[in-house]
């Protein structure tokens, strides 16, 4: 069967499920790895083996795990890292990788050898992994998940091979013998490049097994896929992997103009991008729902504004999220690149610059009104996908990060970024029980994240699993809490005021404000409490957002004023049918934590401002108005 027939198959499906299920208006992701999620093995050895530490399987996300997942709100699973990827494991037919090319025994998810095939070490007979993958697939839409994987376009491993489909394998064919050409796969050392010409000479000699050598590429190099063009990369590389060539040459700059538009006809593209829709199409017919394309401001625009649309009439609701970072100097645009990501047709991109201003706050002397700065109009504000942590991030209960509060800090931080715009939002496994990642655990040291190099499993995470039974039963009273807030988070945000409502933020009306959370002799409010509206007057829906940054202070008599020209939503309100007015007042009521909760008059607001209980530290409100 072609994957075109596969994918007629699929889409009927999808509409006859559609038909009988209401869709969700914002995505709540919920991202996994395979290898860590359902591993259970409690060894734990710093650089050890499969055998010594395990890995989980296909098979451990099981309906009872599936079940857990839906009841916390989450509609979406980012299965992340299931490509076959270069690693020092051999399975049958299938050897070992030269262990200089690899970052980790279990090598990176990112460092893909088959983008047409599935990782063998998570299958339980790793002959039949693409069968078993197909299985995961269905318990997971038999639960209502869409599902989401990983798309990584800019570089793969260095010694990728398609076994699947070996005619569109990566650099065969290519013209060895230049730096660019417009249909080669890669990009091609010469002579005259830095790092003393042939052979390439990786940063691993001295290592474990390692000579520095790749038997590939000793008459010949490619560009390392953080675009260093050098025969000798350095250890702060991505020297695993190579850079893939969109028929741009990136050492002339960004003006990437010259390529197709969106109306070519693959005929008329450039190789890397008919592979690249061979490969997208491939896993579109056998289920995938979307994708989040990995370091996607590194390739051209004018790629992707080709490539959705093609993936589009495929498919009409596929899915795009974009990881990428306007200040990388990589980035191929003049414009900002989220808002060109968005306009080639994305759904969402990295909220990074939010993220970054958070955990400044406990990190780098930053105030929650800096992050004033990012609230602005259009569309980037509302298609942002928001996260407390993914695999790239620290985690936030960390010792050694985020101020080392552990993970009460994560409630202030997911409070406000999963209630400040209408766009996606996603939890990381792990976060929801205060996954600390703390000690070393093989190639990326003691680093505060939970290693995607190696085999591992994450002893908080592992509490919930409970030996496969995935009902929290080793869990503290803490982390249970903790896990249900979460999930109280991600329902209240789900309401109108947050899928469909706008942003009003207000600390800038409370900076002259003494009741506004001061800590100390501070002179100026809004250091460590951040405070917004988000309202839906179409539903009746006004929400108050109150944050509490701080880690050890209680902000007591706080109050919040509300501007002039916010007090019409209110106003409004009253006038909206079942609005919640009772003899001119308004009810409101917290949503989260507390059991909070009052009415007022909306005049009220302006003057003397809503008075709020005592906000314990690293807590959050969400003051729902009217019904």
Request: net charge negative.
């Amino acid at each position: 069967m072609t994957w075109q027939a596969m994918l007629a198959g699929v889409l009927l499906a999808a509409m006859n499920a559609s038909s009988h299920a209401g869709v969700a208006t914002r995505p709540v992701i919920y991202q996994l790895m395979v290898r860590t999620f359902g591993n259970t093995s409690e060894t734990r050895k710093t650089n050890g083996t499969l055998a010594e530490n395990g890995c989980g399987k296909f098979a451990d996300i099981t309906p009872g795990a599936l079940d857990s997942l839906k009841e916390m709100g989450f509609t979406h699973l980012w299965l992340t890292g299931v490509f076959e990827q270069a690693s020092g494991t051999a399975w049958p037919n299938r050897p070992a990788d030269a262990p200089d090319i690899l970052k980790g025994i279990a090598g990176s998810p990112y460092a893909i050898k088959d983008y047409f095939d599935v990782c063998p070490d998570y299958a339980l007979d790793p002959a039949k992994r693409l069968a078993e993958f197909r299985a995961l697939l269905d318990r997971c839409k038999s639960h209502g998940f869409k599902v989401i994987i990983d798309f990584v376009p800019n570089h793969v491993a260095r010694s990728y091979t398609s076994d699947v489909r070996p005619e569109h394998s990566f650099g065969e064919g290519d013209d060895r013998g230049v730096f660019f050409h417009r249909d080669n796969h890669f990009f091609y050392l010469q002579g005259a490049h830095p790092g003393g010409g042939a052979p390439l000479k990786l940063p691993t000699s001295g290592r474990p097994g390692c000579d520095g050598r790749f038997a590939m590429e000793t008459e010949y190099g490619r560009v390392t896929g953080n675009n260093v063009v050098s025969w000798e990369p350095s250890i702060h590389d991505w020297y695993e992997t190579v850079k893939l060539n969109y028929g741009h040459d990136f050492t002339t700059g960004r003006n990437t103009a010259h390529l197709p538009g969106p109306a070519a006809s693959p005929a008329d593209v450039p190789k890397t991008w008919r592979t690249m829709d061979e490969i997208l199409g491939y896993w579109q017919a056998m289920g995938i729902d979307g994708f989040r394309a990995d370091m996607a401001h590194m390739v051209p625009i004018e790629f992707w504004r080709w490539v959705v649309k093609r993936c589009r009439t495929r498919n009409p609701k596929v899915f795009f999220a974009a990881e990428a970072y306007d200040n990388d100097p990589a980035k191929l645009t003049a414009g900002h690149v989220l808002d060109e990501l968005l306009n080639a047709g994305f759904d969402a991109v990295y909220d990074d610059p939010s993220y970054d201003v958070l955990e400044g706050i406990y990190e780098a002397g930053k105030w929650a009104n800096d992050l004033d700065a990012l609230t602005f109009t259009g569309a980037r504000f509302h298609q942002s996908l928001r996260y407390a942590e993914n695999h790239d991030e620290v985690r936030l209960a960390s010792p050694n990060e985020w101020g080392g509060l552990g993970m009460k800090v994560g409630k202030p931080v997911s409070a406000v970024l999963f209630a400040m715009g209408r766009g996606p939002v996603m939890l990381y496994h792990g976060q929801e029980t205060g996954e600390p990642a703390a000690g070393e655990q093989g190639f990326g040291g003691d680093d505060a994240r939970t290693t995607i190099f190696d085999y591992w499993s994450m002893p908080e995470f592992t509490k919930w699993v409970n030996g496969g039974k995935f009902d929290g039963g080793r869990l503290s009273d803490e982390q249970k809490a903790l896990r249900a807030w979460y999930g109280k988070l991600i329902r209240a945000t789900q309401s109108p005021a947050f899928t469909a409502g706008e942003f009003y933020g207000l600390n800038h009306a409370n900076k002259n404000n003494p009741d506004f959370g001061r800590v100390g002799k501070e002179t100026v409010s809004g250091h460590w409490l951040y405070a917004f509206l988000r309202h839906d007057l179409k539903s009746g829906k006004v929400v108050l957002v109150v944050a509490n940054f701080h880690g050890t202070e209680t902000l007591r008599r706080v109050k919040i004023r509300i501007p002039h020209d916010a007090l019409r939503f209110f106003l409004d309100l009253m006038k909206t049918p079942g609005g919640g007015g009772q003899g001119g007042r308004l009810k409101f009521t917290d949503r989260l934590d507390s059991d909070y909760g009052g009415d007022i008059y909306p005049t009220d607001l302006w003057e003397d401002g809503i008075v709020l209980p005592d906000l314990p530290p690293c807590s959050a409100m969400l003051l729902e108005f009217g019904r």
